[in-house]
């Protein structure tokens, strides 16, 4: 592969020649903003010759045509909130960045889909779902930022994927860009399709390695009448993970359900809208929704097989003292953050069985790498946020908490889980799939990418297995 590199003449006579293929208004020069993903604590950037923001379909495929005639490497940008370096531009290339592409193309309410670009923000689709009546159920975080093309691109999950799936299973059809320079259509406005190879799914959650997503039919959803959370705190993780199972041990139809450590719990607890809790204490939050009448008496199910174990107990019903506790619990990421002023926070998955043992390894991991460590997440899934807390200026302190994401991911194997749960592979977890898959599996991932991307200059380097 012919890769330019982002220096001098180089980087210019690309721009220039980008220019005049797609105007001046669609190339321009890197910023810096556009190096970086949430990774950038962990000293993650890049280096690219040229941004590009297309603003149509047409335009997208022109410049994937262009550059894989010029052996230029393209790596597809949405919101850059992803955690996994899967935005970042390794060495070169053009970074193409689909923010221009917002178009709601259709809105069919009665018939519960969407068409949108790639571009729309997760939380104006949420918007627009919720002004008539419906409602897009995947809660990815950073809403206001991360994009719906990005969000298909990781397969994106958030604390609603408990009960209604991640970002692929709303997934209705997408137009995409492939190489070397074509639009496909693959699926549609339909609700069932079987015809052929399942390229939808293959294309969702391949983080730009085999093409470009620019639109999808997005399936919707009625609003549910109610949607109640509960937060309970427990006096240990071995309470706290018995009152899990027990929620699905009771066959109650719940949305969420979330889990914050011990430490999590002390970092973050100071701004819960109705008081921290007791300390030390494991947090189990859950949401129950539906018919009204099925919501309240999901509620108070768990409300009476909470109330003999547990320290105490957050029910609220009205709607601005939910909203306060889910926007709490959105900020428990910055929570931790601001503690040492940075951190590795990784997404590994494991069966709910084994959520104590992932929990109780990860401070196990952190204490062995002289590191504080803590751990929240969706535990109705089995996934785990789990987090190594570092000074940023302290080398040291980073290349032990890299160490300790190695080691946590033996862990995730070793439970019979998964290196990511909703993050994807991108660039900081590249090669770890081979330790959770056969050789077979693995060649036949690695042929994938060759026959969507013979030349490999679709997000080099990113998801490698």
């Not at 008539?132 to 809660?139: A, I, R, S, T, Y």
């Amino acid at each position: 592969m012919r890769a330019r590199t982002a220096s001098g003449s180089g980087a210019s006579a690309l721009r220039s020649e980008l220019e005049l293929l797609l105007g001046a208004d669609v190339v321009h020069a890197p910023t810096a903003a556009e190096l970086h993903d949430a990774t950038e604590t962990r000293g993650v950037t890049g280096v690219c010759d040229a941004v590009l923001r297309p603003t149509s379909a047409h335009q997208t495929l022109e410049a994937v045509r262009w550059c894989y005639a010029h052996d230029v490497p393209m790596i597809p940008r949405g919101g850059g909130t992803g955690f996994a370096g899967g935005a970042v531009p390794l060495a070169g290339g053009v970074v193409i960045d689909l923010g221009d592409l917002r178009a709601v193309r259709a809105l069919e309410p009665l018939l519960w889909r969407t068409q949108v670009e790639a571009g729309l923000r997760t939380a104006e689709l949420r918007r627009l779902a919720r002004e008539n009546g419906l409602v897009f159920p995947p809660d990815p975080g950073a809403a206001e930022q991360s994009q719906i093309g990005g969000n298909i691109a990781t397969n994106a999950g958030g604390p609603h994927a408990f009960k209604y799936g991640v970002t692929g299973n709303w997934v209705l059809g997408l137009e995409a860009v492939i190489p070397p320079g074509e639009l496909i259509e693959v699926g549609g406005p339909l609700r069932k399709d079987v015809a052929g190879y399942d390229l939808k799914s293959l294309l969702v959650g391949s983080e730009g390695t085999l093409g470009i997503v620019t639109a999808a039919w997005l399936k919707l959803l009625p609003a549910p009448e109610a949607a109640y959370p509960i937060l309970a705190a427990f006096p240990d993780i071995a309470s706290g993970c018995e009152a899990i199972e027990a929620v699905l041990g009771l066959g109650l139809d719940v949305a969420a359900v979330e889990y914050l450590d011990p430490t999590t719990l002390r970092l973050a607890g100071g701004s819960l809208p109705s008081g921290s809790p007791p300390e030390p204490a494991f947090a189990v939050m859950v949401e129950v929704d539906g018919a009204e009448a099925t919501a309240r008496h999901n509620r108070d199910e768990l409300l009476d097989a909470w109330a003999g174990g547990s320290l105490s107990l957050t029910a609220p019903l009205d709607r601005r003292d939910i909203d306060a506790l889910w926007r709490w619990r959105d900020g428990v990421s910055l929570a931790v953050t601001t503690f040492r002023g940075g951190k590795i926070s990784e997404d590994i998955v494991v069966p709910l069985d084994r959520l104590r043992e992932a929990i109780e390894g990860t401070l196990a991991i952190g204490a062995a790498h002289d590191l504080p460590a803590c751990s929240w997440g969706h535990a109705g899934d089995g996934n785990l946020h789990s987090t190594f807390m570092i000074d940023p200026s302290d080398h040291g302190g980073m290349e032990r908490a890299e160490q300790a994401a190695e080691q946590l991911f033996r862990l995730a194997v070793e439970l019979g889980g998964s290196v990511s749960g909703e993050h994807g592979i991108g660039l900081v977890k590249a090669g770890q799939l081979r330790r959770q898959w056969t050789p077979a599996a693995v060649r036949m991932h690695e042929e994938i990418k060759r026959a969507f991307d013979p030349k490999g200059l679709m997000n080099p380097g990113k998801k490698r297995a």
